[in-house]
């Protein structure tokens, strides 16, 4: 084994910290199971990363990889809708501002959640109720954590559908989400995630559906309302180029697991994972053909409920017969400090890194 491998701290598995941590959330261990007649399905297993408030996290992997029953778990939601059908067996710990959310009084830590932290999800209809109006879901949303009547909301409700660029805020608030178009829709979500101003904004796939040039005005939007309230954002996207635009920092999951993070320019310049480099061989690019943009990682998922032994990307990746020293393909790789606040779980050596990167990886992409 390398050197590197030696002396790299570990962090995958559980934090050695204990107690409160001193960043805005910290998430140290978690761990997402869902019993099923098949077996456990370990969705998340074991994923820890911290983030500050005005700084956005990306978190990017391919279908299938934890992204969503992550985000779900932050939420306190992994017993709701679609994952509502198995109860999720939760552990780790999360810190959001000095209180942990899993093991503190449950009545407090939904006001908490209710009040600090809010979900844009990739479909809107799923968070929107059919029967309501926009507005008065808005409304709703409002004066659940402020003592206000419902004139007060309201006008709150047209501040918010303004600021997300709806026309007409004050005509359109009374409308239904069936009156609105994809794009509308989702920028009335993003209204009523953000009228309580959250410290802590989750964004799973907030553009997939759209087309790119809403897109780019619902990004800008994040961007914009995260400057002015200055709140943490966690946008997940199998999409690089959307994080590429706006995350400072980057955790690629594989597995349920982490297996590279960093800061953004870290990873996008000098990624260390062999998943990594498949995910950013896939990133379109405007430069290159249509057919040229996406190569998508070769193979498929792997099971969740048994992982391939050793590195679970094992099974698709180019380079799991080049030897390593001392390790046999059943040991499973650590996450290992490979630069300052850059961390991978790969078994190959930096040096063997290095070399495939600049030689064969770098001058494709
Ligand atoms: N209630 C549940 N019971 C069993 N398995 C579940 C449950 N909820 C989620 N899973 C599984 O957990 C895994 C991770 O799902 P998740 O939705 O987090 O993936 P994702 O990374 O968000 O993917 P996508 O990019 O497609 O949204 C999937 O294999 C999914 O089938
Ligand atoms: S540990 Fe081996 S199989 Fe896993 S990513 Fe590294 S080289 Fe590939
Ligand atoms: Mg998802």
């Not at 939007?221 to 180029?241: N, P």
């Amino acid at each position: 084994m390398t050197q590197l491998h030696k002396t790299g701290a570990a962090v995958g598995e559980p934090v050695a910290a204990s107690g409160a941590p001193s960043a805005f959330l910290e998430v140290r261990d978690l761990k997402v199971h869902f019993p099923t007649d098949d077996g456990l399905v370990k969705s998340v297993d074991g994923l820890s990363f911290t983030l500050e408030k005005g700084r956005t996290l990306g978190i990017v992997g391919e279908s299938g990889s934890g992204k969503s029953v992550t985000s779900l778990g932050i939420m306190g939601l992994h017993t709701a809708g679609q994952y509502g059908r198995r109860k999720a067996q939760i552990s780790g710990e999360i810190w959001l501002e000095g209180t942990e959310l899993l093991s503190g009084d449950q009545d407090k830590v939904r006001k908490l959640r209710g009040r600090d932290m809010a979900m844009i999800f990739q479909d809107p209809l799923s968070a929107l109720h059919p029967y309501y109006s926009i507005g008065k879901q808005i409304v709703e949303a409002y004066r659940v954590h402020h003592d206000v009547d419902k004139k007060t909301a309201r006008r709150r409700a047209i501040e918010m559908l303004d600021r997300v660029g709806i026309p007409q805020p004050d005509k359109r608030v009374d409308a239904y989400p069936h009156e609105f178009s994809g794009g509308m829709r989702q920028r009335a979500m993003i209204a009523m995630a953000l009228v309580n101003n959250p410290e802590l904004l989750i964004a799973d796939e907030p553009t997939t559906a759209l087309d790119v040039t809403v897109q780019a005005q619902i990004l800008d939007l994040i961007r914009d309302l995260q400057k002015e309230f200055g709140s943490a954002v966690i946008m997940i996207t199998h999409d690089l180029g959307v994080v590429a635009e706006m995350a400072d920092e980057l955790l690629v999951m594989y597995g349920g697991r982490c297996v590279e993070r960093g800061t953004a320019t870290e990873v996008f310049t000098e990624p260390q994972h062999p998943y990594t480099w498949g995910l950013l061989g896939s990133m379109p690019r405007i430069d290159r053909d249509q057919t040229e943009r996406l190569i998508p990682v070769k193979g498929s998922p792997p099971s969740l409920i048994n992982l391939p032994n050793g590195c679970a990307f094992n099974p698709r990746c180019p380079y799991a017969d080049i030897p390593k020293d001392n390790i046999t393909r059943t040991e499973r790789p650590e996450l290992r400090e490979v630069g300052s606040g850059h961390f991978s779980a790969c078994h190959m050596s930096a040096e063997e890194r290095e070399r495939i990167w600049t030689e064969e990886i770098a001058p494709k992409l």
